[in-house]
Every structure is written in C-alpha cells, then in structure tokens.
C-alpha cells in the first residue's frame, strides 16, 4: 500500500519532530481531511488490496479507535467501508475467474474475527445495501462450508492454530446463527471450548508471537459464543495468568522467544505519532499484543489490564525521578481515551516473588518462578521456567526445564537468550541455555564453537536414555482415559468424541493424567561395528531394575541390519554372527559387542514381549542403557513412541520437586529455589536457589548430586553472556554488555560474571551464534565445568552485578568477594552489600547500619 508523508501537526498534535513520517492506511487520524479527500483516500483503500488473510488487525484497531471515542472521528468510517468493499471487490473478480474466496482457511484465518465485527458496525451504521450485506452472507457462510470441509481432520487443541483461526468464524456463528453452515460449525466451536474448561488452560510456552494470536481467538470465541457472560469468572482468572508474565521494565524476556525492543531510528516518534499502531515490541505480533489487552481490559475495566496494554504499546512509564516526556502523555491520552473517561488508570500488578501455575484452578502445575520486589518500573526481575512436562510440539523445543530466561534491572535486560530456535529445529544447541548442564565426557563443553553440539568421539562409556515424562504427553505417546492414538491418522483423538478433531500429542499428559506407563518393547540403535552396549534397564524412585544386562544375548532380542532405508531382520546364525558377548563394560561385567557387520552398515536391536507396568512419576521414571561407541544412542520405547527435539545423549528429562519450590521476599530482596530429580540421570537431584537483591544482584547456587548414570560425566551451569568488542575479562570475571534496554534508559549497562573458583573447575568460554529471533549477534557461553562422582554433591556459585558502562569493570570485579564451604554454604560480598546462602536454603541480605 502507498504510504503517505505528512506534515500536518494539527494532525498528529503530540509531534514535534524535524523530520517527515510515512505511513500507511490506517492512517493515525482522518479527521482533518475533507469531502473529495477522505473519498481519494477510500479510493485508494478500497483499490489497494489491503490484507484481509493471515493477520490484517490494524483495521480491527481502526474499529476500536473509531468506536471507542464515540464515532467522532466521521472520516474514520467511509475508510473501513472502503477496506471492507476491497474484501467484496475481491470475492466478485474471484467469481469471474471460476475461482473461491474463502475467509477462514487455516491460518489465512487470523484476523478474521475483526473482519465481522467491521461488517457489524456497517450494518449498525446503515452503509452497507441489502445487496452488499447479503453478498457477504454468502462469503461467510459458503467460508465455514467450504473451509472446514471435515471436523475430524482439524486440530483439536487450545492454542494460537485452533483458536486463532476459529475466532472469526464464532463471531460469524453468532451473526448468522440460523444457516446451516453456522449450526453445522457450531459443535465445532464448543469442541474446542471444552478443551478449554476442562484443562484449565493452556500449555503454548512462547508467548511472542503465539501467546497474543491466542489470546486474539480466544476474545473472539469468547464474545461469538457468549463466554464473557457464562464463562466470565473462568476467563478473567485465565488471562490473569498470563499477567504475570509482564513487569514494569520495559523490556521483556520469554522461554522460547526473544521479545526485541524496536530501537530503530525514529521508533519513538513514530510510536508517539500512532499510538494504535506502535510498534515497540519488534516481535510480529507485538502490536497485537498491545490491543488485546486493551480489549480484556475494556471488557473486564481492569486498571492491570491496561497497565499491560500500555507496557506492549509505548513500553511503560519510567521510575520515579525521570520525568514522563509530554509525548508520552499525549500518546497514552489517544491511546486509552476511553479509559480515561471512565477514571480507569493503568495499575502495576500487586505481589513480588511468586510461583506461576498453569491450570491453577483445576490441574494446578508450576510453570514459572518469578523473583521480584514488585512489578514497577525499573525494578529488578528474574524469571525461571520450570514446567516439568516438555512441551514438544507448541512452540518449544527443548527439554530446558528450569532455565533462567529473563534477568532484567533498571530497564536493562542482562539475560536472554532462549529463542524459538536456540535448540530443536535449525537450533543452536541444547547447552545454549542459562542453566546446568550435563554431557558425556567424549564431547566438547558446553558446545562447540559457532553453533551446536559436538559428536561424540566414541572413545567413553555413556547412558542413553529417555524420561518416561517426556513420552507421556508426546505426539505418538500411550493412550490414555481421554484420548486413544488413531494409528490410521498418526495422532490422538477423543473417545469420546472421535469425530470432532484430533490432538498432536496426549492431552492427558500436560496435566499428570496419564501416569501409568506399559512398555512392551524399547528399540535401541543404530550401532556401527564394535560399538558395546550393556545394560538396558529401567530406574527412577522405586529402583532400578535390568531389563537385559546384555551379558548373553536374550531370547526377546529382535536384530536388524540396517543398509540406508534397507532393514532386514536377522536370526538363526546370521544373528548370533552379528553380536558377541565380550568382557568390559560401564559396569563390572560382560556386555554385547556389535561384530564386523560391513562400514555401510548399522544395527539395530528391539527388545520385545515386554510386559512392564509402572508409574512414571514415582516408580521408574527412565529407560536407559549404556553404551560405548560414537554413533547410536537412539530409543524408541513400544515401536511408535518418537518425541520431537530429543536428543538420548544429553536428556536432562527433569522432574519438578513441588515440596522443594519456594518464593518469597525479605524488604525488597528475592528469593527463589528449586529442585529437579530424574536430572540427566535417574535418581540425580539438581536444586538451584537464587537471591535476587534489592540492588538488582544476581547470586545464583547450584547444587548436584549425581547417581551412577552420570559417573564421570561433565557439569557446569552455563552462562550466555553477550559477546562484544572491548569487554574485559579476569581468571574468573567476565564482563558483557547488556542484551537490550528500555526506551527510557539512556545511560548503558554492563555486567560482570563472576564465578566462584574451586581446584577442580576449569573456567572456559565458548563463542557462539543465538536463536534468529533474539537479533542476531553471538554470545560466550561462560562456565565453570566439573567431572562428575556418583553419590559426592557438586557446588556452584555464580554472581551476576549489573553496572554502568564506562565505570572501570576491573573495579567493579575487584568488588565482589565469595567463599563457599563443603556443605555449600556461602558468602558473597558486593562492595558493601552481604548476601548468605545456607545448605538447606536459608538465606540473608544484610548492609551497613541495618
């Protein structure tokens, strides 16, 4: 679409710029223009194509914007009658081709919601001819026909892609309720809200860009099918959570995403000029986030809903002592006229350090820790993900549990680089997180340089395994009370209701539903020759118990030989010839040895006729062996059970502790603690507590205790840092800009890293590339890595001191002192500021004359 540059500060009152703006339709005000000029400008609307698939909400804001301030901006309405007739003009010439415009395909669908309620305010208005209102009908109607052609093909599910697309059409079902195409897609619609209801919520980890394309269906649904008034007191609670993902320091950090600030030259003054369509988020639905809150907060006149609402639109007022620009203030009154009308004012969420729950009123379970003195502006915050049950096919692609993603002080964010492809798909690597990880001794640590993790050399005996948690919700998961895997589609439908939808994974086991497992067979493989395997076996709470130590080769051992995509099973002597029993293992004793089997080929082994029940929370929580080799590794428990982003080698599989999870504050100081078990290894604890300081001090300690499946292995917490030019470093300080701040923040931010030193650590970096979607630029993966003993707890202590750039960071260094005794206890000193850490969790903050 053309764009327009304008000079009119009668027109865009809060600018006082020396430069010219260009924008596009919706333009920020049409109240200036006249007759013949506001019917070019229709014109050229309605000529233009403008988008009416897969997104298109700055019209829906022009909705908003027009109605809102009571219809007075008259000019306002010819443009949406003009973007509205370029939708007719459209399906008229797709007629005359032969050909179907459709509404509501997939996801062409987004934004579709905002679509009918433009076509309600032209009817409301009397606009529109009988002729244009019923040729519309027909588009809708014939859309819901023709798009949702088969209900038992579309995913059943809550999240962006089903409720996302389904937004317009619940509010076409309520404007048509009498078609048939409406009553046919109505059960549909109820489908999905039961999903809804029933779990509690949902479980889609990257909020930017899904979270807000959600929560857009989710408003639509709700007003097409009247949930605002049946269902209100659940949806208020429901959207409260997501609250508490926002703070006041105008910048953001989130599990697999990186929330960018737009600090493109000019980006304030264009913010200031449209407040309806800022972009201060660079993320793609940052502006949409913007307004949905605006919307739940009209809807429920919620001051903290709009206190979000202005944080994603213009980025949130600064602290006390710096003054609010005038800009800002003119910008906000355009912005959020309505409320301000109406008394509502923007009002930072109550509560410090907390512990966020998905479903927390039907299936509780902890999701986020949050460290905190409140939410205002400028005051520090911390964030750590810790939902135990990886989310492998809703926009998060790792089994990172218990990641710190977001540290953020006076408007600086110091941390965050979990992305959407850190690791997964096109990812970076599974070690590229601020958390402690684990990996066998033949491999690089934590990563190797540049981008991702190494191979293993083979030359080291190393576990395999898979935590029984991640196949419980997984995509070719067991079946459970809800749900049965459709074998004939490759995914899971309801019992119930087996022609309404299906699911991409378990449903059941996001919520702890389905706990008990049956394992039949395991699948462990492809081994090249004379790689050893010993062991394959069952542990977790209950023990440990040896499915085939592999010292014979068992009767229930199914071999093949793998030539490429040529699999041939192999028995009577054939087999015996391909396996041989030899001395040595990772224990005592004898294991199984591929034989000479050709260097083309691979073999594979499937031990079967299992008949193994259990729990996989509390009795055996993983299926391991060992093995000695550099390819392999791989398995598949009961032939189909394959979870994406898995990596056997360097499972972390953690489980969350929930009697060991503690928030809580002290004045304006945080404290949070965590443990997880089943971490890496089966009966392996790792518990990370953490002081966030009043000052904006990060000290972090972390403690292992490895069992025998990590014997030898190699450990550290890792630290991704920012790499740049011109950052100094000591023996164990390391100094890094921050990785963005705030449009308040004027004055740049470093910080220092400092790592405690013990004998046996090796302090290293390792430079390396991030997830696209965190913008680009590398970082030094900072560690202290350890060699693992079975049974002997290993300590940790990091520091984390923000301070201004261009302050000697040498002295900034020189200032922080750390001891730490063989129990973990430790004492940390940042200049005048004493931070004590305790074994079992006790912790204090004390300064001079207090």
Known sequence: MRSLTFFFFGLLPSLALSEDLAFSHPLPNYSSFEGDEIKALAAEVRHSNPQIHRGGWEWDRLLSRYIDNDRVEENALPILRAYFMSILDRYDHAEEEGEKLTLFYNHKSWGSGG?????????????????????????????LRLDFPDYSALERGVNNRPYGINGGPAIAVSIFPDHPSSIRHKPWLEALWRELVEYGDTTETNYYPYGPLYLQGLYDIAMGM???????????????????????????????????????????????????????????????????????????????????????????????????????????????????????????P???????????????????????????????????????????YMHYCDDSDGKLYEYCVDGAKLLHTSGKYTSGRAGVGEAAYDLLTVLPPDMEFPIKEGQGMSTPTGNSWKMASMSVKLALPSREGPDSKNWFFDKGIGKFRRRDQPKLGYSHGNMDGYWNLNDDFHLTSLQIGDFETGTRIQNIRLAGPKGEKILAALDEIPKNLKVELCRGENVVELTGTHRDNACRIVEGGRRPGLSLEIADI????????????????????????????????????????????????????????????????????????????????????????????????????????DRLLPCSDLAGYHASPCWLISAAENTRKGSNWFEAPARDHSWWQTQRKHLILHLHEQEDLK???????????????????????????????????????????????????AGIQTTMDSDGTATTTIDAVTIQLGPSGRWRVSRPNQ
């Open 763 to 813: 302090i290293g970096q390792v430079k390396h590339r991030v997830s696209q979607d965190i913008g680009g630029g590398n970082v030094q993966n900072t560690f202290a890595r350890a060699t693992l003993q079975p049974g002997k707890p290993r300590f940790w202590l990091s520091v984390l001191r923000p301070f201004n750039h261009g302050i000697d960071s040498g002295k900034i260094a």
């Open 598 to 701: 050709g260097k083309a080929s691979l073999l594979r082994l499937t031990l079967e006729k299992l008949d193994e029940r259990f729990n996989g929370q509390t009795e055996y929580t993983r299926m391991s062996y060992d093995f000695k080799g550099p390819k392999g590794g791989s398995i598949t428990p009961n032939v189909r059970t394959r979870p994406r982003y898995f990596t056997p080698l360097w499972h972390r599989g953690a489980i969350l502790e929930e009697k060991d999870l503690r928030a809580e504050n002290k004045g304006s100081d945080s404290f949070g603690r965590f443990t997880m078990r089943n971490y890496y290894g089966a009966r392996s604890k790792w518990t990370r507590d953490s002081v966030l300081t009043a000052e904006g001090y990060l000290i972090v300690r």
């Open 350 to 392: 109550t509560g410090r350090s907390s512990i966020g729950y998905y479903s927390k009123h039907k299936h509780p379970k902890p999701e986020r820790l949050f460290l905190c003195p409140g939410r205002k502006s400028g005051q520090p915050f911390t964030s750590f993900y810790i939902y135990d049950r990886n989310n492998n």
């Open 226 to 348: 009247g949930k605002f008034e049946s269902d209100r007191a659940f949806l208020h609670q429901h959207i409260r959570r997501y609250l508490s993902y926002v703070h006041g320091g105008g910048v953001r950090g989130n599990p697999n995403s990186g929330v960018r600030i737009n600090q493109k030259e000019g980006s304030r003054h264009r913010i200031y000029a449209d407040p309806w369509n800022s972009r201060y988020l660079l993320d793609e639905a940052g502006a949409l986030d913007a307004h949905i809150w605006y919307l739940f907060a009209k809807e429920f006149r919620d001051p903290e809903f709009l206190w979000a609402s202005e944080q994603a639109s213009l980025g949130g007022r600064p602290p006390k002592g710096i003054p609010v620009p005038k800009e800002y203030r003119e910008a906000y009154r355009q912005r959020f006229g309505w409320f301000i009308r109406r008394g509502i004012e923007p009002k930072p």
């Open 115 to 143: 679509r009918m309620r433009i076509f309600a305010e032209l009817v409301r208005q009397e606009v529109l001819s009988v002729k244009e209102q019923e040729k519309f009908k027909d588009l809708v109607t014939e859309s």
